[in-house]
Structures are given as structure tokens and as C-alpha cells.
């Protein structure tokens, strides 16, 4: 197994499970279960044990596995910088040996079909997606300077298509140069490297790399921090060229023209750095510059902020395989607490996934009328344009 | 062995009890070298009344008990050596109370040091608990009930001191509060009542399972300051500690001596650290400590080291995390080390024989010592790194860890958290009657030898 050698190097210490305040877990795996074993160190120690033949494959270990929301937390807080920047690699690495035995849970199995028979985890045909685009005008894309490439759940998740048109018709207003692929988008296969599915990864991005080449494609700008990420960090290993952008850089761009943004009525806003922003591409600052720009938001920081951010529990396949599960120790519910506890009318998120899942918290905490979710976009372009 | 499981499911809920592989192979060791040994379940309870009903159920099916909080005192003391099951407490950690008058704070006893010190600084700045270097995960109550100490050992003494009062559930199922407030609303003091206390600190978790405690608080003063002082000659270091510890000034006082970076071997670093209310008290209580030994920088035996303001902070640093890295020190992943409570006036002897182990042995190791009260005692320490991949290098440790306790025992020490090899070599040496004393409270409080049974016991 690859980083098999890291293994033995922890020490089961506990620092991975927390922010550096110390204040509360910050695993939400271990959050949400509380057995040890689903700590990074527990599953340091599982996989050392599993390739000693010590403990065996089976449905319960790669639960455990699969309940890792690669959220990073373990590798920001791990004490030990020699090793630490590859925990996540070799909980993946797990996964990976679990995918080659045949051994992984049925509902990640479904996922990987569904992507290779409908090209979308949804299993909706893939001409549906465009239809986030429906009836607002967004251009495809032809030699544009950006692409706007938007994702799986911009494409098909109701929550992801609000966001996705908030964004788009945002870049429009800006006069932003940008066009989207409609119904030629593939999976940028981010969850499915995650999950484990190393070849099927190398296949999506290489089709992408090899169709945004045929067409010119210089700068791709990202719905989702996911994508970006596989674009801006995965995409190169396999001769990717262009520059990757997540879209609040852009909007960064246009917030010193004050003369676009009008409004004044207070607003009280709390952000939530998704962790392929924050913790995996260490970018804090764009969210925050431009939520501070914008009149009339007064930007209060949640307790667990920037590298210390509780992950909405929706990352590693997660949000598509439901592993991690709900209830009442979820991370997604604990977090709106968090944001209900500074006073926040509006949790701002910048990534879909983020978007639907403290939606759902807020339902399931009942919690609709102190709070509400609203990406970057949604909130300028609903209160201050 | 499946209706218990039934049990136990019906006790603390589907999720918060297992019986599989996976858990049992994490929760039979610790981080430290001992062996493994297999619990058939863990258990998560959520509250004392579940507490209770677990150790009701052990009673009636005569099954041994393990509390554990964050298993890291690393002498293997949460592993079920006879096998049942390992009550895993970290559920139980919320805050009860804290009272910023009489300063204690109430909590659940599996709150984690970290998540105390966390709430402390947000909710009362003004006010701190003593932190031990323990990684943050460690539990207040793991950590009081072991004798611990912390970064307010000098200025408090051990932890156990620090104690205002707990509750407990007793072997038997009784639920017990110990203290003031087993009288009063207020967890205040342990005095002046008989101090039963005692019945639960140092006994490795076979007394009673605690679940909640009060511990004292002290003011956390805006000003922090640290002077390190520097010498080579282990002979005068009690004389040093004794001096600096009698200014009553520092918060916290350790040595450390490690033979990393290889400038720094052969070198005493003493350590002190103490918190000022303004400029002028801090001035005041340095010159303090200053004036206390200054026949040895006159003499040029030793003196102050330069530090800057940045150094200063990773000096400060509560809990410590550079001492975890120590386990990387041979990419191996593992240390683990004696702690002996020993007079101070025997420093010169423990850091000698602590060396000449490590030596015979050729291990890596560290040592270094926590000075409690004004010089009254120190935990002095012995650490060996070892490399988990490696059993050679593994039973190589373990061999030095069971010389140097026994090498504690023989300078007048006795092993802290001793393991169980050394709680034996402990009890040979204590006075028989003791070790009766102690047999017939437990055999009292635990008829039918369900708690963490395997701990200070004599080989049958
Ligand atoms: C790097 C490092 C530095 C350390 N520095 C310090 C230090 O500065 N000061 C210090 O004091 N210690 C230190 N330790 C030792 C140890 O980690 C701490 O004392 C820690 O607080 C122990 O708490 P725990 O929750 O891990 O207890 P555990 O290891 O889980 O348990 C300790 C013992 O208490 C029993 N127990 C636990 N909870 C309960 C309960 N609720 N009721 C009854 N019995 C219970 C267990 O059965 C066991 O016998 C250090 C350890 C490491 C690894
Ligand atoms: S992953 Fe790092 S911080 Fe976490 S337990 Fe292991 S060594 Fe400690
Ligand atoms: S990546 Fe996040 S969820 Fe996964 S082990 Fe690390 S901290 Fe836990």
C-alpha cells in the first residue's frame, strides 16, 4: 500500500482530532462515532494492523474508512511535520487496496457505476446538464477567457443549481468573459479519486484535460472548491496546462468598484471555509475580502475559523455515499450551532456541497427562522446589487 | 457473551457499543510498549446513571471493568488485562460549572485537558486550571486520578491537590460524591470532612469508576515570563531547584535534560515560569529568582539563558507539543517513560543512573523533572523513544523502562502510573501492613473484583 511506511510514525497522541484552540472534536468522524478507531490515529493504526494481517477486510473496517470526510483537519493539526502532510494520502491509499480486493461498501461501489454508466452520480442523463442554465442566458463556451465549469452538483442538486446561477449570473453582471460546456461537462472526479478509484480519475481528468485543450481553454474558473481543487492539484500530473480558479477570485476582483454594490441594511454573516478552499488550498483571505467589501455586512468569525473550520461533513464521497450519516453529533449540525451561537442571520458557504448540507442541518435542527445558508454569489447578488 | 452485548446496547444505545475486531485490536494497547489485552466490548457511556447500570451489569455477570479516559499515561493502565470491558469515558466531557469566585470548575470526568483550558480562555479569561503536558486529549479525570501534575505544579502541587471533590460510581453500583459537596451546593474543598478522596487517586481505576470532578483554578495573569537557567553540574541542581522553588515566585518549574541538539548534552536547563499582574511585579519576581541564586552566576556555575520574546512562547507552550515529537526522534513512532516521584535532594543520582540505562541499553531516550510545590517533590522523568515497526527495538525499550523503575526504587523514588511490572517491584518494597490495607479496602469496595482487576496485585 502506498504511504504503508508512515504507518508505525504515529503516536496516537490526539492532536489530529482537534482545532488548535482545543475547544471541541474537529474529526467529524470521530465527532459523529466516538470510537477511537474512527480518529485519523485509529486509522493509522487499523491500516498498520490490517496490512500485519492482524485485523481482517471487512464491512465494519471499511466503514471506517469510507467515514473519513478528507476534510484535512488530521493533516493541519497533526504534531508530527515530518509525516503529516501524508495522512490523508494514505487513508486514501486505504481505500484504494479496499477498492482493489472488491471490499468497499455498497453504496460507494453504486457510486463509482453510476459514474461510469451515467457519467454523473445522480444517474440522470448527462444532456440534463444544462439545466441550471435554463432561462438565464449563460453562453456556451466558445474562446472565451474563462470556462465556468460547474460540477455535479451544480448540474443536478437543486441547492448546487441555485448556486450555480447565482454565480453565473453574477460573472454576467460583472462582465465577466466566461461561457460553460452545458451538456458536454464531464465529472471532474474529484469524490472519486477520494473514494479510492485512482484509474477512473486518471480517466475523467485526462478526457476533461483533453477536451478543454481541443478547445482552447486557458483559465477554468470552479463552482465547487472539489473541482478545483482536482484541477488546480491533480490535473497537472496528468499534462494539464491552464490556470485554475475557484470563482470567488473573480468576484474578489470587483470589489473595489464600490459603485456596483448598493444596499445598506445590516446583515450579520458568519463564513464557513470549505475545506478544498481553506485547509487543502490554504486560501482564507478571498471569502473574507470580499464579504468585508460588501456594504452592510458585518462579518463575525465562528470560534473554529480558517484552518481550524469544522468540515460540513460532506467531503470523501460523503455527501454522495451518506457513510458519516446524520444526528444530532453530525459535524453539519454542530456547525450551525456554531453559527447560531455568534449571532449569525446568515452562514455564507462557497461551495455546493456545503450549500445543501447545513441546509439540511438547519431543517433537522429546526433552526429555519434564526438562520439561513447562502453562498458568496446568492448573498450579493440577492441583497446588495 | 451476545446477551451481554444486548445489554449494553440497551444501556448506552446501539452506536456507543462495540464487540468488532476493529475496536477491540485499538483499545487492548496504548502508545506506550506494553502488551496487548483484548477487551470483548467497548463501551461509551453518556452519563453517570449509565455508568451505574454498566457496572451493575459487570457485578451480576462478574465481569471485569477498564476505565479509560485518553489511554495516554502510556504504561498500559487502560488495557483490560483481564480482558470484559473498557468503558471508554470521553463522551462524558461536558462543563458543569465554573465558579469564578471561589474559583474550581465542575465537569464530567472524560473532558478532555484541552477542551477545559479552551473554555477557560473564552468564557474566564482571568482564570486557568494546572495543564499537564499531556497531548490535549487527555482526560481531567485520567490525569487527577494517576496524581498528575502541570504547568501550576510549583505554585499548586500535584493535581490530586488541586482535587475539590468528585463523584463516583462504586464497584458495587453506588453512585458516591466525595467532599464538600457530598453536603453543600458548592464543590469547594475536600476539608475538613474525612478525606475518602483518597480512595480513588492512584489506585489505576480498580476503586471506582469517577465520573464527575472539581478541581481549583487559578487567576491566568496577563503577563507571562519564563528564564531558563543553564548548568552542566547535575551535583548542584537540587540546591538550584531549591533556591528558585523557595522564592515562591514561579508557576511552574522543569528541567530538562536531552542529548539533542548535541550542543545541549551534558547541559541542566531549569525552567521557570511565572505570571505577573503588571511591569513592576514582574520585574520584582524576577530579580526574585535572580538574587535566589546568584552565588552560582557569581561562581560562574550556571546562569540565565538569553531568550528572545519569540523562544519565550514555545517554552510557555501548555500542553507542550514538542515533547510528543520525541516519538519521531527514530521515525519509529513510539516512546514511553518512568516517571518516579522522588525527593529532589536525589537528582544527581536519578539523572546518573537515567543515563548509564539508556547507555547499557542503547536507547534513545530524554529525561527531565517536574518540580511540585516549593521544591517539596519532583516527577522526574526517563523517556525512551523506540521503533513501533521494529519488536527488537520495541523489547529493548521495554527492558530499559523496567530497569530504570526499579533503579527509581533503589535511589528512594517510587514509579508514577507504574505499569504493572512496577507496581509489583512497588509493592515488595512497601511495608506489608500497607499492602494488606489496601487489599481489604478493595475487597470492601469491590466484592466480586470487577475493577480493572490485574492492577496492584501480587503475581498468583
Ligand atoms: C507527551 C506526554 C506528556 C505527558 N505529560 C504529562 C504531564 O505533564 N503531567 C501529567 O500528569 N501527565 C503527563 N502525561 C501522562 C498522561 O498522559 C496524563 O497524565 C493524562 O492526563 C492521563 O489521562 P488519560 O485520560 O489519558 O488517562 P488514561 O491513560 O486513559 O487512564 C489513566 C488511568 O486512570 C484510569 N481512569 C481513567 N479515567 C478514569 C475514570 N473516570 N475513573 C476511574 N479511573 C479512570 C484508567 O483505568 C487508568 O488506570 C504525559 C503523557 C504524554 C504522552
Ligand atoms: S495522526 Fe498525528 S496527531 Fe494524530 S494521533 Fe497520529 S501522530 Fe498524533
Ligand atoms: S481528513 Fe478529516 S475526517 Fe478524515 S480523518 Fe482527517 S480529520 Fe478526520
Redo the contacts between chains.
Sequence with gaps: MKYQEIL????????C??PS????INCPSYLK?????YSPG?RM??LK?WLDE???T?P??AE?LYSCAACGNCVEHC??P??KADLLNAFVAGREELVDQGAIPGIVSDYFKAIQLYGNPYKLPEEKRDAWAEGIGVPCYTNEEFLLYIGCPGSFDERGQKMARAVASLLAKFEVSFGILGKEEHCDGNEVKILGESGLFEVLARNNIEQFRKKGVKKVVTLSPHAYHAMRNEYPKYGAEFEVFHYTHLLARFMDKGDLLHGNSRIKVTFHDPCYLGRHNADYYTPRTILNAVPGIELVEM?RNKGDALCCGGGGGNFFTDILGSGTESSSRVRIREAIEVGADILAVACPKCAKMFEDAIKAEDQEDKIKVRDIAEIILDERL | MEKIYQELKKIVGD??V?N????R???SR??GTTEPCFPDF?V?PGSTEEVQKIVLLANERKIPITPMG???VLSGLSRPLRGGIVV?M??MDRILEVNEFSRFAVVEAGT????L???L??HHPSLKHSVPDA???ATIGGNILIHGSGHLSALGGFHTEMLNGLEAVLPTGEIVRIGSCSVSPYWFSRAPLPDLAGLFLGWAGTTGIATKIAIKLYPDRPLNDIDIFVMEDADSVPDVIRRLSGTAVAEDITAIMTPVPEWASGFQMINVIYGAESKREQVLKRDLLRESVKKYIKDKVGGFMPLYSDMKGRFMEAPA?QL??F??VK?????EYVGAIMPIEVFPDAYRKGLEIAERNGVTYSTGARIIGLGHTMMFFYAYAF???DPIDVKKAQKALEETNEAALTIGGIPWKAEVPAQQGIIRRMDPNTFKLMGRIRQTLDPNGIMNPGNWEVPS
Design positions: 508505525h510514525r504515529c503516536f496516537r497522541c490526539g492532536y482530532k482537534l484552540s482545543y475547544k471541541d462515532y466516538r470510537f477511537e478507531t485509529g493504526w487499523l494492523a492482524e485485523i481482517k471487512s465494519h473496517f471506517i504534531v508530527f515530518k509525516f470560534d | 452506536q456507543y462495540s468488532q475486531p476493529e475496536e485490536f485499538f483499545y496504548d502508545g467497548i461509551m485518553a489511554a495516554l471508554d470521553k463522551r478532555s485537558e484541552g477542551k483550558q479552551a473554555y480562555k473564552k497531548p490535549p486529549m507539543s510528543v515529537r516519538a519521531d521515525k519509529g513512532g513510539g516512546f521503533n513501533r515497526a
